[in-house]
C-alpha cells in the first residue's frame, strides 16, 4: 500500500507524532479539530494496513505494532531474527533486521548512519554517540519498543 508522505493526512500524523497536539495541528493549517482527528483516523488504518502488508510481503511474523508511531516488531521467518519495520518521514518504509553486521567493510555504511540517526531524531529519541551501525540500531530499536 502506498503511503502519501506529500500528503496533508501523512503531515497531520507526522506532526502528532513529534507530539504537536490535535488542536495545535488544526490551528496551524486553519482547519477544525474534529477534522484533523478524522484525518488521522484515517492515516492511522492506512498506516497499520500498510505496516502488516510489509510484514506480510517479507514474511515476518507480528510481535507489536503501534500505527501512530509508525512501528511494528516481529520476527523474520526465513532469517530467525527480530525485524522492525518503521516509517521515517525522511526515508520511507524501512525495514530492518537484527543483524552483526561488518559495517566498517560495508558499502552502505552511512546510509545505515544517516538512517538511524535521522529516524531518532524524528521519534525524539536521545541516542549514545558510535559509529558502529549495529549498536545504534540496537540502542534505538530497544528504544523504540519502549514507546509500541
Not at 506529500?6 to 482547519?31: C, T, Y
Not at 510481535?63 to 526465513?78: D, H, K, Q, T, Y
Request: with cysteine; hydrophobic share 45%.
Amino acid at each position: 500500500m502506498f503511503l502519501p508522505v506529500n500528503d496533508k493526512q501523512f503531515e497531520f500524523w507526522r506532526l502528532r507524532r513529534s507530539g504537536l497536539p490535535n488542536i495545535n495541528i488544526a490551528r496551524l493549517f486553519d482547519i477544525s479539530k474534529q477534522a484533523v482527528s478524522r484525518a488521522l483516523l484515517t492515516m492511522n488504518e492506512r498506516i497499520e494496513k500498510t505496516l502488516l502488508e510489509m510484514a506480510r510481503a517479507n514474511q515476518i511474523e507480528v510481535e507489536s505494532m503501534n500505527a501512530e508511531r509508525g512501528i511494528l516488531f516481529g520476527r523474520s521467518v526465513p532469517f530467525n531474527v527480530n525485524a522492525i519495520i518503521f516509517i521515517s518521514a525522511k526515508h520511507g518504509m524501512q525495514v530492518w533486521y537484527e543483524h552483526e553486521g561488518n559495517c566498517g567493510a560495508c558499502s552502505r555504511y552511512t546510509k545505515c548512519i544517516e538512517l538511524l540517526w535521522d529516524f531518532a531524531d524524528e521519534m525524539k529519541l536521545r541516542l549514545e554517540k558510535t559509529d558502529n551501525p549495529t549498536k545504534l540500531a540496537d540502542e534505538l530499536f530497544e528504544k523504540l519498543k519502549r514507546l509500541a
